[in-house]
């Protein structure tokens, strides 16, 4: 499956960004659905996660509250509505997929920027 973020960009602190990543190539709704992210200097970090039906959600301590992971099957595509942005939010954030069956993140988008000021 290939993956393709966007939505990133620059937004003040206390402020929202939505971010997409649509689906192609396999059957969408067969994956479950995560983000990740990354900042400069840092390792990448799980933030959210959801099921192939949508049913179940995850989140990371320092996200819950303040992000939504959702998805549209129909559209293929799943979102990650960030609101109470702050700067410690800017990273590169990243799309990623697997089966349900599978352990590890097999398929990943090429991430999108997101920046935070204060």
């Known amino acids: 499956v290939q993956l393709q973020a966007c939505g990133g960009g620059l937004v003040q602190a206390g402020g929202s960004l939505r971010l997409a990543c649509a689906a192609s190539?396999?059957?969408?709704?067969?994956?479950?659905m995560a983000w990740f992210r990354q900042a400069p200097g840092k390792e990448r970090e799980f933030v959210a996660a959801?099921?192939?039906?949508?049913?179940?959600?995850y989140y990371a301590d320092s996200v819950k509250g303040r992000f939504t992971i959702s998805r549209d099957n129909a559209k293929n595509t799943v979102y990650l509505q960030m609101n109470s942005l702050k700067p410690e939010d800017t990273a590169v954030y990243y799309c990623a997929a697997k089966e349900p069956s599978d352990v590890d993140w097999a398929y990943w988008g090429q991430g999108t920027q997101v920046t935070v000021s204060s």
């Open positions: 190539g396999r059957s969408f709704s067969n994956f479950n």
């Open positions: 959801i099921s192939w039906r949508g049913g179940s959600t």
